[in-house]
């Protein structure tokens, strides 16, 4: 079964930085390709970053520069390195994987920015 679990979410001043973690089990966690999404309130949950098994990175335009994603796959956990963080940043901060055609997702950490 799989099994998501973030954390490191909290409440920052807008500038600072959170670093969210994301413990996975339940797959062969190096073959696979791992996301961050982000849900704000109100909005539709939206694609942050993306890292593959070959640690090739993506990110949406949004946080181009200022958040960084990455993975230790000796400890099956992704990270979101998230700095110079602003008030339309707050939302929910989910990790998901896909496997057997399947969508994955834990069930969040909330990062709240005040501006």
């Known amino acids: 079964q799989v099994h998501l679990v973030e954390s490191g979410g909290g409440l920052v001043q807008a500038g600072g930085s959170l670093r969210l973690s994301c413990a996975a089990s339940g797959i062969n966690f190096k073959i696979h390709t791992m996301h961050w999404y982000r849900q704000a309130p109100g909005n539709q949950r939206e694609l942050v970053a993306t890292i593959t098994s070959a640690g090739s990175t993506d990110y949406a335009d949004s946080v181009k520069g200022r958040f960084t994603i990455s993975r230790n796959n000796a400890w099956n956990r992704a990270y979101l390195q998230m700095n110079n963080l602003k008030a339309e940043d707050t939302g929910v901060y989910y990790c998901?994987?896909?496997?057997?055609?399947?969508?994955?997702w834990g069930r969040g950490t909330q990062g709240t920015v005040s501006s």
């Open positions: 998901g994987t896909r496997r057997t055609n399947v969508d994955f």
